[in-house]
T-cell receptor
Framework: DAKTTQPPSMDCAEGRAANLPCNHS???????VYWYRQIHSQGPQYIIH???NNETNEMASLIITEDRKSSTLILPHATLRDTAVYYC????????????FGPGTRLSVLP | KAGVTQTPRYLIKTRGQQVTLSCSPI?????VSWYQQTPGQGLQFLFE???????NKGNFPGRFSGRQFSNSRSEMNVSTLELGDSALYLC?????????????FGEGSRLTVL
């Protein structure tokens, strides 16, 4: 699975959009980009995943660049409850649950 | 529907002892995996079970083992505990019959080894 690089921490004002970047320059053609988050003392929570096209769900939007070497997770209106560590993971979509979690980005939403 | 349930939530053991942790997946989920989370190493994959068979295994010593029962419930065991085994142990489940997609995690079992 390709390696990802994320900033260690970011701040965002409550109510504003939070844009979390992820670099995955060695991604291969059939590797997916996944985002999970972990709120303090809880298990990770799935947010979204995508292959090539931009994706949106009730939690967030995922923007993948055309060359697929980077992506951005967008939380459109961040709330204090979105304060968490956000993990970007690149992997082949197969039948396995063996995700490789990096250190992630610690997002702090400020009032 | 009920989420992934892990028991016990907290436990304290001493070096050399062994421990068994339990995980009940979401109803209908057939795949269960275990992760270890420590401040130094982060989240690391231990192993995965699907239909009572180990499907994937991470890079952990043989002291770490697991199993899955016919009702998809899973247990993991750590023998001869070491101080470094102190961690949050997380269980995740998924349908397992199709592409991975979304994993559902429990709240974890926090093990302290003294």
């Amino acid at each position: 699975d390709a390696k990802t690089t994320q900033p260690p921490s970011m701040d965002c004002a409550e109510g504003r959009a939070a844009n979390l970047p992820c670099n995955h320059s060695t991604i291969s053609g059939n590797e997916y980009v996944y985002w999970y988050r972990q709120i303090h003392s809880q298990g990770p929570q799935y947010i979204i995943h995508g292959l090539k096209n931009n994706e949106t769900n009730e939690m967030a939007s995922l923007i993948i660049t055309e060359d697929r070497k980077s992506s951005t997770l967008i939380l459109p209106h961040a709330t204090l409850r979105d304060t968490a560590v956000y993990y970007c993971i690149v992997r082949y979509d197969n039948y396995g649950q063996n995700f490789v979690f990096g250190p992630g980005t610690r997002l702090s939403v400020l009032p | 529907k009920a989420g992934v349930t892990q028991t016990p939530r907290y436990l304290i053991k001493t070096r050399g002892q062994q421990v068994t942790l339990s995980c009940s997946p979401i109803s209908g989920h057939r795949s269960v995996s275990w992760y270890q989370q420590t401040p130094g190493q982060g989240l690391q994959f231990l192993f995965e079970y699907f239909s009572e068979t180990q499907r994937n295994k991470g890079n952990f010593p043989g002291r770490f083992s697991g199993r899955q029962f016919s009702n998809s419930r899973s247990e993991m065991n750590v023998s001869t505990l070491e101080l470094g085994d102190s961690a949050l142990y997380l269980c995740a489940s998924s349908l397992g019959a199709a592409l991975t997609g979304e994993l559902f995690f429990g709240e974890g079992s926090r093990l302290t080894v003294l």
